[in-house]
């Protein structure tokens, strides 16, 4: 069986939880927690050096980096899809989860943050701000961008009538924003897509509070 290094709270590792499930894929679930430093441990950095979540024990080896993972389930386990049938709508779909996880998500993780309080000063009012203002900038892009594609509420989910990686993207960070106490207001979209996945059962049973650790 596939062991799955996660931490409850990490977005990638959710996203990860969320692929599988989606796959219909069991996993092994070990906790490393990010709040502990167990990712910091030499036990975890014998197995996965770049010292992050999420991590995935396969028969073929280790393999890390959550876009990385999910592209070999894709591979390994080509239906259901994570992605639209269309070529140009896949490429759109890419473009969305890379905004997320290439642009939003690197500058407000823990370890941003623990340096902008240990190096620059910040205070913790001042570094949930910084990760507000990113989560912010990122979204109202993403908001313009869905309403070019003409999306709207109840036509199902972000790319077509099934979850694909940018629902599986979208949901963990939306959850980042609540908790940096971001104004969803103007991204009437988003949210409306947010709800739409996070009702879906491969969501719901992978989500952070359903986690140990």
């Avoid at 790319?159 to 694909?164: A, C, D, L, N, V």
């Avoid at 609540?178 to 989500?207: E, N, Q, S, W």
Wanted: proline fraction near 6%; aromatic fraction near 8%; hydrophobic fraction near 45%.
């Amino acid at each position: 069986m596939l062991q799955l290094h996660t931490f409850s709270h990490s977005s990638a590792s959710y996203r990860v939880r969320i692929a599988l499930a989606l796959k219909g894929m069991a996993s092994e679930s070990h906790a490393v927690s990010l709040i502990a430093n167990d990712h910091l441990s030499e036990g975890y950095r014998a197995l996965n050096p770049e010292g992050r979540v999420p991590a995935i024990v396969t028969e073929q080896g280790v393999l890390t980096q959550s876009f990385a993972i999910m592209d070999w389930l894709e591979d390994t386990i080509p239906e259901p899809s994570l992605y639209p049938a269309d070529v140009w709508q896949r490429a759109l779909c890419r473009a969305f989860a890379h905004a997320i996880a290439s642009d939003i998500f690197p500058v407000q993780n823990l370890g941003v943050r623990r340096k902008l309080i240990s190096d620059f000063g910040a205070d913790e009012a001042q570094s949930t701000q910084w990760c507000a203002d990113w989560i912010a900038k990122g979204f109202a892009a993403l908001e313009a961008e869905t309403a070019k594609r003409g999306w709207h509420e109840g036509q199902g989910y972000l790319f077509g009538p099934t979850p694909t990686l940018a629902d599986i993207c979208l949901v963990p960070q939306m959850n980042n924003a609540r908790r940096y106490g971001v104004d969803l207001t103007p991204f009437p979209l988003l949210v409306a897509a947010d709800a739409k996945a996070r009702a879906h059962p491969a969501f719901v049973t992978t989500a952070p509070e359903t986690q140990a650790g």
